[in-house]
């Protein structure tokens, strides 16, 4: 069955298409695109993510936003054949865990401008069902990387970082799943503030090369209790928004140091989420993915942190690091359509499996 997965994350950079083939366990990615946000779409996002009001904002975007993932979906089918079914992960502008989330994009819309069923919604049927409704690419990471004698570590380096964690031969219950902490958000948000706005992200990594790393204002960092506490557990946007920013800034150090530091701090994290949830003495692959892959002073930091693990992208594995995300979309609305369970319940907390999403005739 051909499918497209739509993913837009934390990063606010924009959205993702993956179209992919999918025949019983193989998957095969016919195309990946990628179309930004306008900055006034990313603004629009921003006003109505965490806050207490906007109904109406929230409503009109809620349409808008369908119609920019409409136009992405045609773009993509246009240039790689049609689909039989849409994943449309949605954006995220509200997150409790364990009690209420809502992704935007209106499904209507989208299958309405494409023709094509829409699964949606993903996250609340696993809250529904006593879970947190995240984290859901575990369930593809395990059908994906799983290895009889190996342990799989996959890491997705988006806005906020998380991994999972598959023991050999493990069964779905064996897996551990969690944010370690911020992926590219706290950096992309200083080199906003670097470039006035010019840069949206530290190109290569390039920025932080330049600078020298605190220590104290690692140690600072680090000394949250988050990065230690044992999993399930996740973070949002919301955590390491303004004012965190803010408590990075009172340093006043110069911003280079600022970035290189902020760099270090979301390797170090990463490495610290490793530590606790990984086996040590096991041959361990590490298969990266997301934007963060493309700065490679975070993997470099990250092969200095975890010397005797094995470091790749998902690029390595068939499976395109930029697109993994929105491939994983693309997976779960397959098995949706099929009326299989989706969800890890060793990974979101929920009671039980169950069969996640929205779908839209
Ligand atoms: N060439 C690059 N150099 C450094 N960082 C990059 C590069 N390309 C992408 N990124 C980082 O990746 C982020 C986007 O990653 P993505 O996986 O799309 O995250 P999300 O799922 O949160 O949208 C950008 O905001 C940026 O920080
Ligand atoms: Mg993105």
Redesign the pocket.
């Known amino acids: 069955m051909r499918v497209a997965g739509v ?5 606010l ?1 924009g959205i ?1 298409v993956a179209i992919v083939e999918i025949r019983g366990r193989h998957v095969e990615t016919i195309g990946f695109q990628s179309t930004p946000y306008a900055p006034t779409v990313r603004k629009a996002i921003l006003a109505v993510s965490n806050t207490n009001t906007h109904t109406a904002a929230i409503s009109r975007l809620n349409f808008e936003l369908a119609e920019l993932y409409s136009r992405a979906v045609q773009r993509a089918v246009k240039r790689f054949g049609p689909v039989e079914l849409i994943g449309c992960h949605g954006q995220t502008i509200y997150h409790e865990g364990r009690s209420n989330t809502l992704q935007i994009g209106e499904a209507a819309v989208l299958a309405e401008r494409t023709g094509v069923p829409v699964v949606s919604n993903f996250r609340a049927r696993d809250i529904a069902a006593g879970g947190q409704g995240a984290p859901l690419v575990p369930y593809v990471d395990y059908l994906l990387f799983r290895h009889p004698k190996r342990q799989r570590i996959a890491l997705n380096i ?2 906020i970082a998380n991994i999972t964690v598959i023991p050999p031969g493990a069964a779905p219950d064996g897996i551990v799943a969690f944010d370690t902490g911020p992926g ?1 958000m706290v ?2 948000a200083l080199v906003r503030e670097f470039s006035r706005g010019k840069l ?6 390039r920025i932080a090369e330049s600078g020298k790393v605190s220590l104290a204002l690692l140690d600072d960092l680090l000394s949250d209790s988050y990065y230690r506490r044992k999993p399930p557990k996740s973070v949002g946007r919301e955590q390491y928004g303004t004012e965190y920013v803010s408590r990075i800034k009172a340093y006043r150090l110069p911003m280079r140091d600022l970035i290189a530091t902020a760099t270090v701090f979301t390797a170090a994290a990463i490495a610290i989420g490793i530590g606790m949830a990984a086996e040590k003495t096991c041959p361990t692959d590490l298969i990266a993915s ?3 892959v ?2 490679p002073q975070i993997l470099s930091h990250l092969t200095a942190f975890l010397p005797a693990i094995a470091l790749s992208t998902s690029t390595d594995f068939g499976i395109d690091a930029d697109a993994k ?1 929105a491939i994983a979309f693309a997976i779960l609305a397959a098995e949706t359509w099929r009326h299989r369970p989706s969800n890890l319940p060793a990974a979101t907390g929920a009671k039980h499996g169950t069969i996640l999403g929205n779908i839209t005739l």
Request: no cysteine.
């Open positions: 993913m837009s994350g934390t990063s950079d993702d988006g806005g590219n950096i992309d949206t992200y530290d190109p290569e990594g997301g934007g963060g493309h700065n995300e």
